[in-house]
């Protein structure tokens, strides 16, 4: 089974840094997009910031020149590098890929447990 593990949250204080990564365990054929999501309290989950297998990268307007997704396929690993952070970025962050399982099957999409982010002003 696919299994995504988020970690590097925390509390920071505006204009801080974070790293979010996100492991990626199990058996995956072929990955068609990987992404993070955010979600603050009483707020849809929103895209942040995505990327496709083969490198290419979209991001919400709000976090464009200040955030970075990137990926270690030798660590299956992704990352999200969060720079400039504003208190409206406050919000539990998720990982989440699309991918397919075999040669056969259809894709599905995976998600980890999130991982909190609060900016202070």
């Known amino acids: 089974q696919v299994q995504l593990v988020e970690s590097g949250g925390g509390a920071v204080q505006l204009g801080g840094s974070l790293r979010l990564s996100c492991v990626v365990s199990?058996?995956?054929?072929?990955?068609?997009?990987m992404g993070w999501y955010r979600q603050a309290p009483g707020k849809p989950r929103d895209l942040v910031a995505s990327m496709t297998d083969g490198g290419s990268t979209n991001y919400a307007d709000s976090v464009k020149g200040r955030f970075t997704i990137s990926r270690d396929y030798a660590k299956n690993t992704v990352y999200l590098q969060m720079n400039s952070l504003k208190p409206e970025d406050t919000a539990v962050y998720y990982c989440?890929?699309?991918?397919?399982?075999?040669?056969?099957?259809?894709?599905?999409?995976?998600w980890g447990q999130g991982t909190q982010v609060t900016v202070s002003s």
């Open positions: 989440n890929i699309r991918a397919t399982l075999s040669r056969v099957s259809r894709d599905y999409g995976y």
């Open positions: 199990g058996s995956i054929f072929r990955l068609i997009v």
